[in-house]
């Protein structure tokens, strides 16, 4: 059974950097997408960066430039880099990733259990 496992959470203070690392327990095959989310208390989980099998990004437009998200797809990990961090950053942010055959006839998606990320003072 795959699992993603994230690191790198925690408490930072307003402007301060984390860079947020996701690895599956076993190498994926196939067509990768992978991509971070967030979820806040009492909102809804929203879409932070993606990143698709040819390398292009997708950033949410309160990222602004701060965030950066990487992939080696050969190790089947994703990270998030994490700069200028303001106290609405605050939220679980959840590891995904989504692999498919050429075809699209088989598809598998995989989420991690979350990663706390608290700024504060």
């Known amino acids: 059974q795959v699992r993603l496992v994230e690191s790198g959470g925690g408490l930072v203070q307003p402007g301060g950097s984390l860079r947020l690392s996701c690895a599956a327990s076993e190498t994926l095959t196939g067509i990768m997408s992978m991509a971070w989310y967030r979820q806040a208390p009492g909102k809804q989980r929203e879409l932070v960066a993606s990143?698709?099998?040819?390398?292009?990004?997708n950033y949410k437009g309160f990222v602004k430039g701060r965030f950066t998200i990487s992939r080696d797809s050969a190790k089947s990990t994703v990270a998030l880099q994490m700069n200028t961090l303001n106290p609405g950053d605050t939220a679980e942010y959840y590891c995904?990733?989504?692999?498919?055959?050429?075809?699209?006839?088989?598809?598998?998606?995989?989420w991690g259990q979350g990663t706390q990320v608290t700024v504060s003072s």
């Open positions: 995904y990733m989504h692999s498919r055959s050429r075809s699209w006839e088989a598809q598998d998606e995989y």
């Open positions: 990143i698709g099998p040819n390398g292009r990004t």
